[in-house]
C-alpha cells in the first residue's frame, strides 16, 4: 500500500528505491523487488543524488494540452 503522502505509487517506487540503496541493496535487486526496470533504477537513484530526493518527486505533465 502506498503511504498517503505520496502523491502516486510512481513517486512511492522512486523513493523506495532510494530508501533500499541506502540500505545496501543492489541496483538489480531494487528493480525486480520494485517491478522496474534496472535502468529506471539508475536514473532515479543518479537524480537523487545530484538533486536530491525532490528529484524524485512527481511532477505534473509537460507540453500543450490535448485539445
Known amino acids: 500500500m ?3 503522502r505520496f ?3 510512481r ?3 522512486r ?3 532510494m530508501e ?3 540500505q545496501g541493496w543492489p541496483q538489480r535487486e531494487i528493480a525486480a523487488a520494485l517491478g522496474a526496470s534496472p535502468g529506471s533504477v ?3 537513484l543518479h537524480a ?4 536530491g530526493p525532490a528529484a524524485l518527486r512527481s511532477r ?3 507540453g500543450r494540452r490535448p485539445s
Open 2 to 4: 502506498v503511504p498517503a
Open 7 to 9: 502523491h502516486d505509487w
Open 11 to 13: 513517486e512511492w517506487r
Open 15 to 17: 523513493m523506495r528505491a
Open 20 to 22: 533500499l540503496d541506502r
Open 42 to 44: 539508475s536514473e532515479w
Open 48 to 51: 537523487a543524488r545530484q538533486e
Open 60 to 62: 505534473p505533465p509537460t
